[in-house]
């Protein structure tokens, strides 16, 4: 009980994380079973997996500081969520927390854009053509 406030929710919240890039391994690049089954083969997996996932980030920050694209749509969810947060704190006569309001990154890419870097990279789309196709994906939710 000598915890701070909020800690175990913070912690929670980055185990939370985790659990969500795992769920974008398995649902969103269909990556649910090993490819072998000695231990070499499964720990190379989890290597490629890891590296998939990481220049995927780096992919996103490129975006964002070069051609100004980043997930809008996300961004906003993300803000509203907050806005309500902070009004429901504010009216139970509680401090806010900064780990709450915090800049943020999204810890899962959206399907869309998954899909539109897996799609140009199969079709091998030019550079300029790809940023293109992604600026709608970005913006808002196709339905």
């Not at 920050?61 to 997930?71: A, N, V």
Request: contains cysteine.
């Amino acid at each position: 009980m000598t915890l701070p406030p909020g800690l175990i929710t913070f912690i929670y919240k980055k185990r939370w994380d985790i659990e969500k890039v795992f769920d974008q391994f398995k649902n969103k690049l269909m990556e649910n079973k090993a490819w072998a089954k000695s231990l070499n083969a499964k720990c190379a997996q989890a290597q490629f997996m890891v590296l998939a996932h990481n220049l995927t980030l780096i992919l996103e920050r490129k975006l964002e500081s070069e051609e100004g694209i980043s997930d809008t749509k996300i961004e906003n969810k993300r803000t509203l969520r907050i806005q309500r947060d902070l009004a429901k704190i504010k009216k139970a006569g509680r401090k806010e927390n900064p780990l709450v309001t915090r800049p943020y990154k999204a810890v899962q890419r959206s399907f869309q854009f998954i899909r539109w870097l897996r799609d140009s990279l199969l079709v091998k789309t030019h550079w300029r053509q790809a940023i293109d196709d992604l600026r709608p994906f970005m913006t808002a939710y196709l339905s």
